[in-house]
T-cell receptor, first 114, second 114 residues
Framework: AQSVTQLDSQVPVFEEAPVELRCNYS??????LFWYVQYPNQGLQLLLK??????LVKGINGFEAEFNKSQTSFHLRKPSVHISDTAEYFC????????????FGGGTRVLVKP | DTAVSQTPKYLVTQMGNDKSIKCEQN?????MYWYKQDSKKFLKIMFS???????INETVPNRFSPKSPDKAHLNLHINSLELGDSAVYFC?????????????FGQGTRLTVV
């Protein structure tokens, strides 16, 4: 079985400042890694995913994440946030032969302040 | 054009009632899912269907019964509703059941049991 830990439940950040959201996972087999964003009262939208290859993954809205196999981490970063980035961010994993079941972390709420 | 649509968006009902949530996707995807998001925002998979066949059935009370009349629809019927069933239920779809495939989420159905 796999599990996902998001180390920060809330991250306040000022507009135009950088932000990093931490995600660690544990799994006995190789996994695929995802970051989803949930804006208030909406569904989840994929920001980016890592399947294989380059460990630095670029996503939508200026977000990027780095896969670190030795540290079993997949941290999400954005160099300069906007007010519109205020949302809940979820890290998730899936396995190759598990029917594309997503296992989510507990989420990190990002609050961007002016 | 909504890719994954759920109805209703809000549902308030009394304990003991039976209710259904409908989901439709117009993406031509083969695989559909139900996820539950609790009051602490934690997301967990409940069921997954691939081409109308049940492929994931997590530990969910048997009061919950999914039905997939065709691969574009996945409905969730809940019998004898309990207070603890209050949550946001998300429908999602993906092109196939392979791990690493992007899941597209609906807007969610907020179920409140009183």
């Amino acid at each position: 079985a796999q599990s996902v830990t998001q180390l920060d439940s809330q991250v306040p950040v000022f507009e135009e400042a950088p932000v990093e959201l931490r995600c660690n996972y544990s799994s006995s087999v190789s996994v695929y890694l995802f970051w989803y964003v949930q804006y208030p009262n909406q569904g989840l939208q994929l920001l980016l995913k890592y399947l294989s290859g380059s460990t630095l993954v670029k996503g939508i809205n200026g977000f990027e994440a780095e896969f670190n196999k030795s540290q079993t981490s997949f941290h999400l970063r954005k160099p300069s946030v906007h007010i519109s980035d205020t949302a809940e961010y979820f890290c998730a994993v899936s396995r190759k032969a598990a029917g594309n079941k997503l296992t989510f972390g507990g989420g990190t709420r990002v609050l961007v302040k002016p | 054009d909504t890719a994954v649509s759920q109805t209703p968006k809000y549902l308030v009902t009394q304990m003991g009632n039976d209710k259904s949530i409908k989901c439709e996707q117009n993406l031509g995807h083969d695989t559909m899912y139900w996820y539950k998001q609790d009051s602490k925002k934690f997301l967990k998979i409940m069921f997954s269907y691939n081409n109308k066949e049940l492929i994931i059935n997590e530990t969910v009370p048997n009061r919950f019964s999914p039905k997939s009349p065709d691969k574009a629809h996945l409905n969730l019927h809940i019998n004898s509703l309990e207070l603890g069933d209050s949550a946001v239920y998300f429908c999602a779809s993906s092109q196939d059941r392979q791990g690493g495939t992007e899941a597209f989420f609906g807007q969610g159905t907020r179920l409140t049991v009183v």
